[in-house]
């Protein structure tokens, strides 16, 4: 007697392709180097003055300050940071890397290459003026 089959048993293992695009990575990159104690910002200062105006209309970018070159099997990350004062900068540098790669790995699953951070800049606190506070009279 033949056992009867389940359509479980017999299911096809579905086939295709996953392509992740650089701009999701980028976003996932900004998410977790944001996560790391002493980072304050992430861009230069034009990427974020226009990052303040996005905000302003809640509508932030994630990816700021991020730069990612996705191939076939692996990914390579620029990050661009402003560290808080007095935070050490290779220690946060570090945790960046750590923080980006861990999520790169867990969440695309895709090799990371290189991360490299680039410190543009040391936040220190009350440095900026007020926002009611005109520059002129």
């Known amino acids: 007697m033949a056992q009867p089959t389940s359509s479980l048993a017999t299911a096809i293992e579905p086939t295709g392709k996953t ?5 999701v990575v980028a976003k996932i990159a900004g998410i977790a180097a944001r996560e790391v104690p002493g980072v304050y910002a992430l861009g230069g200062g034009a990427a974020r003055l226009f990052g303040q105006v996005r905000d302003a209309i809640g509508s932030t970018d994630l990816s ?3 730069k990612v ?13 402003v560290v ?3 935070q050490p900068l290779q220690t946060v540098a570090d ?3 750590l923080s980006v790669a861990d999520a790169i790995t867990r969440l695309v699953g ?3 290459a290189e991360i490299n951070v680039i410190v543009t800049d040391v936040h220190v606190p009350g440095e900026e003026p007020a926002p009611d506070e005109s520059r002129v009279a």
């Open 69 to 81: 070159e996705v191939g076939e099997t692996q990914v390579a990350v620029d990050v661009t940071v």
């Open 84 to 86: 808080d004062y007095p």
């Open 110 to 112: 895709m090799e990371v």
């Open 19 to 23: 392509t992740v695009v650089d701009p």
């Open 64 to 66: 700021q300050g991020v």
């Open 95 to 97: 945790g960046v890397r």
